[in-house]
């Protein structure tokens, strides 16, 4: 079935340093990608949707100049988490939709997320 | 705009027992229902999902979940707990102009005792 690989499953990084992640999808190609943030005890949040060449929508209150995200090519989305704090320590999932947009109802495929912690 | 909302933030249940994790939305369109379930330090992985049709769905693991529109209701059961569905589950709705787009209930901390 479809698959998305995200990577790396778990990153330590120094407050001020950059971090990336990136979230492909195996064996489909995905137009679409969404980034998602999970505060500990809490639901998932949707940051950001992440369209292929061309500029990611990011939801209200998610500062698109320090969680970067670029779409190069159908199977692989990535999410830079720039100038990292404290505060961004969190677990931080993808997902990517098999098909295009105009198949209703399909579920997202998720990667297993990445455990980001900011010393 | 659309909600989801899972009343049970932590269930306790003994293993064998039978179990039934609530789940209410709210939208204007016919929904696009879904559970999911996380295990700690894991992604989410899809249990089951409604579009139409019968409204009770069969899912992986043992579950089933049965939608009611006039109760707004969407809730996942499973007759017989085991030890390994110790987890969160997720209910969430989709958008039924796109359905690309997930929002997503609070989540319920499922705890299994022996």
């Known amino acids: 079935g479809a698959v998305v690989s995200q990577h790396p499953s778990r990153v330590i990084c120094k407050s001020g340093t950059s971090v990336k992640i990136e979230c492909r999808s195996l064996?489909?190609?995905?137009?679409?990608m969404f980034w998602y943030r999970q505060f500990p005890k809490q639901s998932l949040m949707l940051m950001a949707t992440?369209?292929?060449?061309?500029?990611?929508?990011?939801e209200q209150g998610v500062e698109k100049d320090k969680f970067l995200i670029n779409h190069a090519s159908l199977t692989l989305s990535t999410l830079t988490v720039t100038s990292a704090h404290p505060e961004d320590s969190s677990f931080y999932i993808c997902?990517?939709?098999?098909?295009?947009?105009?198949?209703?109802?399909?579920?997202?495929?998720f990667g297993n997320g990445t455990r980001l912690t900011v010393t | 705009a659309q909600s989801v909302t899972q009343p049970d933030i932590h269930i306790t249940v003994s293993e064998g027992a039978s179990l039934e994790l609530r789940c209410n939305y709210s939208?204007?369109?016919?929904?696009?229902l879904f559970w999911y379930v996380q295990s700690p330090g894991q992604g989410l992985q899809l249990l089951l999902k409604?579009?139409?049709?019968?409204?009770l769905v069969q899912g992986i693991k043992g579950f089933e979940a049965e939608f009611k529109r006039s109760q707004s209701s969407f809730n996942l059961r499973k007759p017989s707990v085991h030890w390994s569905d110790a987890a969160e589950y997720f209910c969430?709705?989709?958008?039924?102009?796109?359905?690309?787009?997930?929002?997503f209930g609070g989540g319920t901390r499922l705890m299994v005792k022996p």
């Open positions: 997902s990517a939709r098999l098909g295009n947009l105009g198949r209703r109802g399909s579920p997202l495929h």
């Open positions: 969430a709705v989709g958008l039924n102009n796109a359905g690309n787009m997930l929002t």
């Open positions: 992440s369209n292929e060449g061309s500029k990611a929508t990011y």
């Open positions: 064996d489909f190609q995905a137009t679409t």
């Open positions: 409604y579009f139409s049709g019968d409204t």
């Open positions: 939208y204007g369109a016919t929904p696009y």
